[in-house]
């Protein structure tokens, strides 16, 4: 019985943590949630480094976004197709006075 | 809705998800260890759940821009 007890004690702390942090709840409490994760993870790794006595590597720091990478493609491409006509009336014109040019 | 307010919408949606996913797991494991004999079900059991309640958050998110939102006027 003190058993049985203390296993619904351990479950039901763990139950009423999650949802005292608001873990089950809507998007928006789950995603401050996540951010307040985030800004609490390097101190408490820091913390435990210097428990432990060791020093982890350095993070390596990646310089490519996918977010911001996400739509270069096609953002990249209709750019391209939309100076196209004064690209092409530019090369046009360089290349009739190189020709010009030549024939003088 | 706008494209910029869709983003955040999936955003939240994706950091939802991962959050509900620890939180099944998490629970499924203590629930598994503490009552079930360390069972793989109680386990599986959790992620689904905190994927459903992430698959319905996410749903709700993305449908309460074209649902009418009302509010009752209390009585004076």
């Known amino acids: 019985m003190p058993l049985f007890a203390t296993k619904l004690t351990l479950a039901g702390g763990a139950l009423y943590v999650a949802y005292d942090s608001g873990l089950l709840g809507n998007g928006k409490e789950g995603s401050v949630a996540l951010g307040r994760a985030k800004d609490a993870f390097p101190p408490a790794v820091e913390e435990w480094m210097k428990y432990f006595g060791f020093q982890l590597p350095a993070t390596p720091k990646i310089e490519f976004s996918p977010l911001d990478a996400w739509n270069s493609g096609v953002q990249k491409s209709f750019h391209a197709l939309s100076v196209a006509p004064s690209t092409a009336s530019d090369y046009t014109k360089q290349g009739l006075q190189y020709v010009k040019d030549l024939t003088k | ?76």
Not at chain 2, 9 to 26: E, H, M, N, P
Not at chain 2, 52 to 65: E, F, I, V
Request: glycine content about 12%; hydrophobic content about 40%.
């Open chain 2, 1 to 76: 809705m706008s494209e910029k307010e869709l983003g955040q919408k999936w955003d939240r949606c994706l950091a939802d998800s991962a959050i509900k996913f620890g939180t099944g797991l998490g629970l499924g494991i203590v629930f598994s260890v503490v009552f079930f004999k360390r069972r793989t079900w109680p386990i599986v059991f959790g992620t689904g759940l905190g994927l459903g309640m992430a698959y319905s958050n996410c749903q709700n998110d993305l449908k309460s821009h074209y649902v009418l939102h009302s509010k009752v006027a209390k009585e004076q």
